[in-house]
């Protein structure tokens, strides 16, 4: 039973029918609309949220407690051989000195004991910091001058009010006397809180208050500079190659579900991958960004390629005949025409897979890119470590300035990124052929 | 469109196709001969057994409805059916007595002789003067770049864009409107001094005036060049050729000058497909 006559619905018929329908219709878009705007809502929250928390927790990290003592540079003491040179100054007893300051400014406390407590005070890296603004400053040697002292990690905690005066003395990490050495100093005014400078100029370090991310940041810039000139110049060959020239055979066919099936790989299978041929097979260094470099071009190169082939089809067919029928060779067209105009998008690939690269922690573990390395790598055949590798690693620390350290490396790691994608960006715009 | 063998004979729209091409496939001077030209698109034959000569400072037109293999056996003069993977050709095509499907024949060299205008004018996204200057630049015809300066301007003079563009070359060609674009592809075609042009439906996204601007150009043109243009539109093929070409279904079926098709056609087909009958 229908009311469609042989000669179809009638005019009026069919717009009561539309009628009907059009409410539901209007009722599922505007459905899918709310539901559309309901998840950017709630992505944007949660992006707020994390940004909040990362910033809420980091920002302390960029700043920690120094204090400022009179050290008297004597000659004598600092530099016996009197040569000024890093080995000479080696034998200087440059903690001893720091020490008689510290002393000195606590009104000479008697006994080991007392003593011991306020040795207490500062890092443990302050001599080490002491020799370096000797070198610095050689002028100075045989004065007295004031120098600032990262404050031990404990006492720093302690003044950011994370330990409390009111817990008992046995279940506080420090002691009644070296909170009243605290307040002394402060008192004296030589507690000030500042920009950290082992932050951004130290490398790994047990002591939370040295630990900084120079070697990981150097080490992530040499990873990143071998894993593009690897994966760029390859993955865009590949794909041109692919796109181009290959022909659409079995082999080819092979070829592309393969690459298309690597994209895939969890990225600690390519870890294992180099584990296996760079170390175990070529007997190459453990931990250098040269391996790494090359595992996370191994990783990318999927990501180049796959976006890489996207944006050369994406070039009209029509300017391939163009430059063909007017006698350019098939290389001709490619450099000239197609490769300039999917370039943009090649860039914009790139950039994503090295960011992708950049983020990057397990293939690196099973390199022992996680070995804890305290010098800069020199080159890409130094040891060295990686930004999120070096996150894993404070993360897993106990000391509880390790967690806004650990908080500031992941705001510079995302700092990092930022930078990467607005250039990827501003690229993209400046290369983009607007006609 | 009806097709069935009857009687061994192909029927086609209730006519029947003939043996072999009417009217004159010779001519007195030739610059193009092909002979016996067969084309596969894989298994399927788009060109069926084709021979026309095609002469020196003439303008042909192919005619004929869609799918009828004309564009087909256009790109056939200038091998750009080379980048169709799954196309074959059969046959012999020369172009000044040099066959250009020899293996020893630079396919580079033959489209640096035989340029070609395509139905979407597909201007490069850079320079109006680039554009111009890429085809002798590459072919290292210009040995200065005054020369090459000069090439560009008499490019520009022959399609009749100088006076339109001569103050802003150095804009993208793509901001200029259809048909000064069409021209300008012709003009970067003439810019090589190829030998034939071929046109493939240069005017069909063009409207009156500018495709009255291209056809007075081929005008001017078929003194120094073979030009072949397909088109669809009859008239157009019979204000602009001296030889005309009809195809069907990978055929052709007749051959002649313009004036004798147009007025006196050879076979049932074309007359129908020049009276408007079906196309």
């Given at each position: 039973?229908?009311?469609?006559?042989?000669?179809?619905?009638?005019?009026?018929?069919?717009?009561?029918?539309?009628?009907?329908?059009?409410?539901?219709?209007?009722?599922?878009?505007?459905?899918?609309?709310?539901?559309?705007?309901?998840?950017?809502?709630?992505?944007?929250?949660?992006?707020?949220?994390?940004?909040?928390?990362?910033?809420?927790?980091?920002?302390?990290?960029?700043?920690?407690?120094?204090?400022?003592?009179?050290?008297?540079?004597?000659?004598?003491?600092?530099?016996?051989?009197?040569?000024?040179?890093?080995?000479?100054?080696?034998?200087?007893?440059?903690?001893?000195?720091?020490?008689?300051?510290?002393?000195?400014?606590?009104?000479?406390?008697?006994?080991?004991?007392?003593?011991?407590?306020?040795?207490?005070?500062?890092?443990?890296?302050?001599?080490?910091?002491?020799?370096?603004?000797?070198?610095?400053?050689?002028?100075?040697?045989?004065?007295?001058?004031?120098?600032?002292?990262?404050?031990?990690?404990?006492?720093?905690?302690?003044?950011?009010?994370?330990?409390?005066?009111?817990?008992?003395?046995?279940?506080?990490?420090?002691?009644?006397?070296?909170?009243?050495?605290?307040?002394?100093?402060?008192?004296?005014?030589?507690?000030?809180?500042?920009?950290?400078?082992?932050?951004?100029?130290?490398?790994?370090?047990?002591?939370?208050?040295?630990?900084?991310?120079?070697?990981?940041?150097?080490?992530?810039?040499?990873?990143?500079?071998?894993c593009v000139v690897i994966a760029f110049p390859l993955g865009v060959a590949t794909a041109?190659?692919l796109?181009?020239?290959?022909?659409?055979?079995?082999?080819?066919?092979?070829i592309?579900?393969n690459i298309n099936n690597l994209a895939a790989v969890?990225s600690?299978?390519f870890?294992?991958m180099g584990?296996?041929?760079?170390?175990?097979?070529?007997?190459?260094?453990?931990?250098?960004?040269?391996?790494?470099g090359v595992v996370l071009a191994l990783m990318t190169l999927p990501t180049i390629i796959i976006s890489s082939r996207?944006?050369?089809?994406?070039?009209?067919?029509?300017?391939?005949?163009?430059?063909?029928?007017?006698?350019?060779?098939?290389?001709?067209?490619?450099?000239?025409?197609?490769?300039?105009?999917?370039?943009?998008?090649i860039?914009?690939g790139t950039?994503i897979g090295m960011?992708q690269a950049?983020?990057?922690?397990?293939p690196?573990?099973?390199?022992?890119?996680?070995?804890?390395?305290?010098?800069?790598?020199?080159?890409?055949?130094?040891?060295?470590?990686?930004?999120?590798?070096?996150?894993?690693?404070?993360?897993?620390?106990?000391?509880?300035?390790?967690?806004?350290?650990?908080?500031?490396?992941?705001?510079?790691?995302?700092?990092?990124?930022?930078?990467?994608?607005?250039?990827?960006?501003?690229?993209?715009?400046?290369?983009?052929?607007?006609? | 469109?009806?097709?069935?063998?009857?009687?061994?004979?192909?029927?086609?729209?209730?006519?029947?196709?003939?043996?072999?091409?009417?009217?004159?496939?010779?001519?007195?001077?030739?610059?193009?001969?092909?002979?016996?030209?067969?084309?596969?698109?894989?298994?399927?034959?788009?060109?069926?057994?084709?021979?026309?000569?095609?002469?020196?400072?003439?303008?042909?037109?192919?005619?004929?409805?869609?799918?009828?293999?004309?564009?087909?056996?256009?790109?056939?003069?200038?091998?750009?059916?080379?980048?169709?993977?799954?196309?074959?050709?059969?046959?012999?095509?020369?172009?000044?007595?040099?066959?250009?499907?020899?293996?020893?024949?630079?396919?580079?060299?033959?489209?640096?002789?035989?340029?070609?205008?395509?139905?979407?004018?597909?201007?490069?996204?850079?320079?109006?003067?680039?554009?111009?200057?890429?085809?002798?630049?590459?072919?290292?015809?210009?040995?200065?770049?005054?020369?090459?300066?000069?090439?560009?301007?008499?490019?520009?003079?022959?399609?009749?864009?100088?006076?339109?563009?001569?103050?802003?070359?150095?804009?993208?060609?793509?901001?200029?409107?259809?048909?000064?674009?069409?021209?300008?592809?012709?003009?970067?075609?003439?810019?090589?001094?190829?030998?034939?042009?071929?046109?493939?439906?240069?005017?069909?996204?063009?409207?009156?005036?500018?495709?009255?601007?291209?056809?007075?150009?081929?005008?001017?043109?078929?003194?120094?060049?073979?030009?072949?243009?397909?088109?669809?539109?009859?008239?157009?093929?019979?204000?602009?050729?001296?030889?005309?070409?009809?195809?069907?279904?990978?055929?052709?079926?007749?051959?002649?000058?313009?004036?004798?098709?147009?007025?006196?056609?050879?076979?049932?087909?074309?007359?129908?497909?020049?009276?408007?009958?079906?196309?």
């Amino acid at each position: 039973m229908t009311d469609v006559s042989p000669k179809g619905l009638s005019p009026k018929q069919a717009s009561e029918r539309v009628a009907l329908s059009i409410t539901s219709r209007n009722r599922k878009e505007a459905r899918f609309l709310f539901l559309g705007q309901l998840a950017v809502a709630v992505a944007m929250g949660f992006l707020i949220l994390l940004f909040a928390g990362i910033l809420n927790k980091g920002m302390p990290g960029f700043f920690q407690y120094y204090v400022a003592l009179d050290v008297r540079l004597d000659a004598g003491r600092l530099d016996p051989t009197n040569q000024m040179t890093l080995e000479s100054l080696a034998g200087g007893d440059f903690d001893g000195v720091i020490r008689d300051s510290l002393y000195q400014a606590l009104g000479n406390p008697e006994g080991r004991k007392a003593k011991r407590e306020a040795r207490r005070l500062i890092s443990s890296g302050s001599g080490q910091r002491l020799m370096t603004y000797v070198l610095d400053h050689p002028e100075h040697l045989g004065s007295t001058v004031s120098v600032q002292f990262a404050v031990d990690d404990d006492v720093d905690t302690f003044l950011r009010g994370l330990i409390s005066r009111e817990i008992p003395e046995m279940d506080r990490r420090i002691s009644d006397q070296l909170i009243d050495y605290i307040d002394a100093l402060d008192a004296q005014g030589r507690i000030s809180y500042e920009i950290s400078d082992y932050l951004f100029f130290g490398s790994a370090s047990r002591d939370a208050e040295m630990a900084g991310i120079r070697g990981a940041l150097v080490g992530s810039i040499l990873t990143l500079l071998v894993c593009v000139v690897i994966a760029f110049p390859l993955g865009v060959a590949t794909a041109v190659y692919l796109e181009e020239m290959a022909p659409k055979n079995r082999l080819t066919e092979i070829i592309e579900i393969n690459i298309n099936n690597l994209a895939a790989v969890p990225s600690v299978v390519f870890g294992i991958m180099g584990l296996a041929i760079f170390i175990v097979a070529f007997g190459m260094p453990r931990s250098i960004p040269l391996v790494g470099g090359v595992v996370l071009a191994l990783m990318t190169l999927p990501t180049i390629i796959i976006s890489s082939r996207a944006a050369i089809r994406a070039v009209p067919p029509s300017i391939r005949d163009a430059a063909l029928g007017i006698g350019a060779s098939k290389i001709q067209t490619i450099m000239h025409h197609v490769l300039p105009l999917a370039m943009p998008g090649i860039l914009t690939g790139t950039i994503i897979g090295m960011a992708q690269a950049l983020g990057e922690t397990a293939p690196l573990l099973m390199i022992g890119m996680v070995a804890f390395i305290v010098d800069v790598p020199s080159g890409i055949n130094d040891p060295g470590t990686v930004l999120p590798v070096q996150i894993f690693m404070w993360a897993d620390f106990a000391e509880r300035m390790f967690i806004q350290k650990t908080s500031a490396a992941i705001i510079i790691l995302l700092t990092f990124l930022i930078t990467m994608n607005a250039a990827a960006i501003f690229l993209r715009k400046k290369l983009e052929r607007r006609w | 469109m009806s097709e069935s063998m009857v009687d061994g004979t192909t029927q086609v729209a209730g006519r029947t196709l003939p043996d072999k091409t009417l009217g004159q496939i010779y001519v007195d001077n030739p610059r193009v001969k092909a002979r016996d030209v067969n084309v596969f698109y894989g298994d399927k034959r788009a060109i069926d057994n084709i021979s026309l000569d095609i002469g020196a400072s003439q303008v042909i037109s192919f005619i004929g409805p869609s799918g009828c293999g004309k564009s087909t056996f256009l790109r056939c003069l200038n091998r750009m059916n080379d980048t169709i993977d799954i196309c074959r050709v059969e046959g012999e095509i020369k172009i000044d007595d040099q066959n250009i499907y020899d293996p020893l024949v630079d396919v580079v060299s033959l489209r640096a002789r035989v340029g070609m205008v395509f139905q979407k004018a597909n201007p490069f996204p850079k320079s109006i003067f680039d554009n111009i200057a890429y085809g002798p630049t590459i072919h290292g015809l210009a040995t200065s770049k005054v020369e090459l300066e000069q090439i560009v301007e008499s490019s520009l003079q022959r399609a009749g864009l100088w006076e339109e563009v001569k103050d802003r070359l150095d804009q993208p060609g793509t901001g200029l409107s259809g048909g000064q674009q069409q021209r300008l592809c012709i003009a970067r075609a003439i810019a090589v001094s190829p030998e034939v042009i071929l046109m493939d439906e240069p005017c069909s996204a063009l409207d009156p005036i500018a495709t009255a601007k291209v056809e007075e150009l081929i005008h001017e043109l078929r003194e120094q060049y073979t030009i072949v243009i397909v088109t669809h539109s009859m008239q157009q093929a019979a204000r602009v050729s001296d030889r005309t070409a009809y195809f069907h279904l990978g055929k052709l079926i007749e051959v002649g000058d313009t004036k004798q098709v147009f007025t006196n056609p050879n076979h049932e087909l074309t007359q129908d497909y020049i009276t408007g009958r079906f196309g």
